[in-house]
């Protein structure tokens, strides 16, 4: 299995590039106000030398994300796939920094061997790689996907630092674990998950008499943590409003009944994984489960398997320790879902959770890989049962995002597909026109633009990407006698409004109404 190893690793990454990278620019539809911001962000931080650790607009977000797309935009220019790139880029890492984990948290233990490690490592790493969960939000451009790539390479290097009882490794996990707080707000709570693994590891080292070794290495990722995450934690002291302002509004606790909230939210995200998933078209297949319900079978064995090895200290006491690690994740990891009461159950919150829900489902293939083997004579039997399962999924996963759900409807709107056209429509216009966008559509006001409403940044975005600037003219619709046009124009409201068009032609009387399926626009050529 050990020489198999490197072939079947560098198939597994080649579908994770697959499934992230395949028709990029076409797949999401649209382009989300909520990444568009991102862009200009990365652009406008770029080009002033203004990096932040904290954005504050459209209710706050770390920086991580947006450093990395203006890295993007130095190297491949201001795009829509400047930034899908990242977020792609992001998760191929993140399924070998999954198989990295899983290998080392079940590597050389008296229960499973380096062979069997390799095997779950790969069943993990491929359920990833072909997840539809994880798939999507590799292709979005939200800042959430940074999450499960800091988790899987903080713990393995946290595991690895423990084993070999290296320094490096340790310095490497206080590195990663340190860059978390920068990426995404559920982040916090993975502090929580940091005692189901100091604790254990304490009682392993003081039953070698290696305290003083542990307390090195365990002072060491607390150092270089605390260092990596100061300058964010500064900025929070300084502007405690930004620390909680994205979390308050849905959070249960502003509830009416706080504990009905909690058990219904709790119940919802457990029941996510087999039975009713996100309903949000823009996060899932609304309403289907977040596993392929072979792969959801096989999470649940995984989960009772890791619950079962967790309490053998006695017979393995760094195996029971690998195991407490990864239930202990998987719950504090779902905190930051179930402590909410909006769009539940909400697979983007829980994004944390995707790592050992993965490392679940391979223990569970595992656990059936053990018994065909014990059963069946051949092994080229087990192969070909494997093989053929695998495919299965392969080719479920791939349907149901690229043909399935990528050409509904309600996934166009849900990326405000319209906005892209918008967008594309007043970039095909001659220079010298006047452009005016009037942002009738609801949203969370952004103050670098005037306070105007969210859906303004994609079109924002898209002129930039052209033009390196805005330089359409944007308005609320109580400001449009403020329009000026005095040959040629456009007026674009993000909302086809007849009443609006209708005022403007008392304005502009030698102006016409252009409309598609997607917009109405007043052209204007005097």
Same mark, same amino acid.
């Given at each position: 299995?050990?020489?198999?190893?490197?072939?079947?690793?560098?198939?597994?990454?080649?579908?994770?590039?697959?499934?992230?990278? =395949?028709?990029?620019?076409?797949?999401?539809?649209?382009?989300?106000?909520?990444?568009?911001?991102?862009?200009?962000?990365?652009?406008?931080?770029?080009?002033?030398?203004? #990096?932040?650790?904290?954005?504050?607009?459209?209710?706050?977000?770390?920086?991580?994300?947006?450093?990395?797309?203006?890295?993007?935009?130095?190297?491949?220019?201001?795009?829509?796939?400047?930034?899908?790139?990242?977020?792609?880029?992001?998760?191929?890492?993140?399924?070998?920094?999954?198989?990295?984990?899983?290998?080392?948290?079940?590597?050389?233990?008296?229960?499973?061997?380096?062979?069997?490690?390799?095997?779950?490592?790969?069943?993990?790493?491929?359920?990833? /790689?072909?997840?539809? =969960?994880?798939?999507?939000?590799?292709?979005?451009?939200?800042?959430?996907?940074?999450?499960?790539?800091?988790?899987?390479?903080?713990?393995?290097?946290?595991?690895?630092?423990?084993?070999?009882?290296?320094?490096?490794?340790?310095?490497?996990?206080?590195?990663?674990?340190?860059?978390?707080?920068?990426?995404?707000?559920?982040?916090?709570?993975?502090?929580?998950?940091?005692?189901?693994?100091?604790?254990?590891?304490?009682?392993? %080292?003081?039953?070698?008499?290696?305290?003083?070794?542990?307390?090195?290495?365990?002072?060491?990722?607390?150092?270089?943590?605390?260092?990596?995450?100061?300058?964010?934690?500064? %900025?929070?002291?300084?502007?405690?409003?930004?620390?909680?302002?994205? /979390?308050?509004?849905?959070?249960?606790?502003?509830?009416?009944?706080?504990?009905?909230?909690?058990?219904?939210?709790?119940?919802?995200?457990?029941?996510?994984?087999?039975?009713?998933?996100?309903?949000?078209?823009?996060?899932?297949?609304?309403?289907?489960?977040?596993?392929?319900?072979?792969?959801?079978?096989?999470?649940?064995?995984?989960?009772?398997?890791?619950?079962?090895?967790?309490?053998?200290?006695?017979?393995?006491?760094?195996?029971?320790?690998?195991?407490?690690?990864?239930?202990?994740?998987?719950?504090? +990891?779902?905190?930051?879902?179930?402590?909410?009461?909006?769009?539940?159950?909400?697979?983007?919150?829980?994004?944390?959770?995707?790592?050992?829900?993965?490392?679940?489902?391979?223990?569970?293939? #595992?656990?059936?890989?053990?018994?065909?083997?014990?059963?069946?004579?051949?092994?080229?039997?087990?192969?070909?049962?494997?093989?053929?399962?695998?495919?299965?999924?392969?080719?479920?996963?791939?349907?149901?995002?690229?043909?399935? =759900?990528?050409?509904?409807?309600?996934?166009?709107?849900? #990326?405000?597909?319209?906005?892209?056209?918008?967008?594309?429509?007043?970039?095909?216009?001659?220079?010298?026109? !006047?452009?005016?966008?009037?942002?009738?559509?609801?949203?969370?006001?952004?103050? =670098?633009?005037?306070?105007?409403? +969210?859906?303004?940044?994609?079109?924002?975005?898209?002129?930039?990407?052209?033009?390196?600037?805005?330089?359409?003219? %944007?308005?609320?619709?109580?400001?449009?006698?403020?329009? $000026?046009?005095?040959?040629?124009?456009?007026?674009?409201?993000?909302?086809?409004?007849?009443?609006?068009?209708?005022?403007? $032609?008392?304005?502009?009387? !030698?102006?016409?109404? $252009?409309?598609?399926?997607? #917009?109405?626009?007043?052209?204007?050529?005097?």
């Amino acid at each position: 299995m050990i020489k198999k190893e490197i072939p079947c690793l560098i198939l597994v990454l080649f579908l994770a590039g697959f499934f992230r990278f =395949w028709k990029l620019n076409e797949i999401p539809p649209g382009l989300y106000p909520d990444v568009a911001i991102n862009g200009n962000e990365a652009f406008f931080s770029l080009k002033n030398k203004d #990096f932040k650790v904290f954005y504050p607009e459209n209710y706050g977000r770390e920086g991580l994300m947006i450093w990395l797309i203006a890295l993007s935009f130095k190297i491949f220019g201001v795009s829509i796939f400047s930034i899908r790139i990242v977020a792609a880029t992001i998760g191929v890492l993140t399924v070998f920094g999954l198989y990295l984990l899983t290998k080392e948290l079940f590597y050389k233990s008296e229960i499973c061997n380096l062979q069997s490690s390799i095997k779950i490592a790969l069943f993990s790493s491929f359920f990833l /790689a072909v997840s539809f =969960w994880h798939t999507n939000f590799s292709r979005i451009g939200f800042r959430a996907i940074l999450l499960p790539f800091v988790l899987v390479f903080s713990f393995y290097f946290l595991f690895k630092a423990f084993r070999k009882k290296s320094i490096l490794n340790s310095i490497a996990a206080g590195i990663f674990f340190g860059l978390g707080f920068y990426t995404y707000t559920s982040f916090r709570v993975a502090v929580l998950i940091l005692p189901a693994i100091f604790i254990p590891f304490w009682l392993l %080292y003081k039953r070698e008499k290696k305290q003083k070794k542990f307390f090195f290495l365990f002072l060491v990722f607390l150092f270089v943590t605390f260092f990596v995450a100061l300058p964010i934690g500064l %900025y929070f002291l300084k502007n405690p409003q930004d620390f909680i302002s994205r /979390a308050t509004p849905v959070s249960i606790f502003t509830a009416e009944n706080p504990l009905k909230e909690f058990l219904k939210s709790l119940i919802l995200h457990l029941g996510m994984f087999n039975f009713y998933g996100d309903p949000n078209w823009r996060h899932n297949f609304s309403g289907k489960p977040m596993l392929f319900w072979p792969v959801g079978i096989l999470f649940l064995i995984g989960l009772f398997l890791a619950i079962k090895n967790s309490l053998k200290f006695q017979k393995n006491l760094q195996f029971a320790i690998c195991n407490l690690q990864l239930i202990t994740w998987f719950f504090v +990891m779902l905190l930051p879902g179930i402590l909410t009461r909006e769009g539940l159950p909400h697979s983007l919150r829980v994004i944390g959770v995707i790592p050992p829900v993965f490392i679940f489902s391979g223990l569970g293939a #595992f656990l059936i890989y053990q018994f065909l083997e014990n059963k069946l004579k051949s092994k080229w039997a087990v192969y070909l049962f494997f093989f053929f399962s695998f495919l299965l999924v392969l080719i479920f996963e791939f349907n149901k995002y690229f043909f399935v =759900w990528a050409k509904r409807a309600e996934v166009k709107s849900e #990326f405000t597909n319209e906005l892209l056209e918008m967008g594309n429509y007043l970039n095909s216009l001659p220079e010298n026109y !006047e452009k005016y966008v009037i942002v009738n559509k609801s949203g969370e006001p952004v103050s =670098w633009a005037k306070n105007l409403p +969210m859906p303004a940044q994609t079109i924002m975005f898209l002129e930039i990407s052209k033009y390196g600037e805005i330089k359409n003219h %944007y308005l609320l619709p109580k400001d449009i006698e403020k329009i $000026k046009i005095e040959k040629r124009g456009v007026i674009l409201p993000l909302i086809c409004d007849f009443e609006l068009l209708e005022r403007l $032609k008392n304005f502009f009387p !030698e102006g016409k109404i $252009k409309q598609t399926k997607d #917009f109405c626009a007043y052209e204007i050529e005097k």
